[in-house]
């Protein structure tokens, strides 16, 4: 099974930009459609964007244009983009497959939105 282990979260301020990092290990990542994964406070987890294994991407409506899902085969890595970030962005951030049977959560980085 797929380890995961997120960073790069943080604080920023309206506008501003991040890089969210996913590192899996073990598994068969390379086979996998990968997908990053928000939770806000109080709420479900949700999806935000995912990236198939040739590249082909498909994002929420509420981050298209502003988010941008890449990976790393050989160095079985998966990283989000975040620009204009916006304070409804703020959450705790996962990645995983995109679909069931999921791996073990991690324990995702907490981006914070705010001025």
């Known amino acids: 099974q797929v380890q995961l282990v997120e960073s790069g979260g943080g604080l920023v301020q309206p506008g501003g930009s991040l890089r969210l990092s996913c590192a899996a290990s073990?598994?068969?990542?390379?086979?996998?459609?990968m997908a990053w994964y928000r939770q806000a406070p109080g709420k479900q987890r949700v999806q935000v964007a995912y990236?198939?294994?040739?590249?082909?991407?498909n994002y929420a409506g509420s981050v298209q244009g502003r988010f941008t899902i890449s990976r790393d085969n050989v160095k079985s890595m998966v990283y989000l983009q975040m620009r204009n970030l916006k304070p409804e962005d703020t959450g705790v951030y996962y990645c995983?497959?995109?679909?069931?049977?999921?791996?073990?959560w991690g324990q995702g980085t907490q981006v914070t939105v705010s001025s």
């Open positions: 073990g598994g068969d990542f390379g086979v996998n459609t």
């Open positions: 995983n497959k995109e679909s069931g049977p999921f791996s073990s």
């Open positions: 990236i198939t294994t040739s590249g082909w991407t």
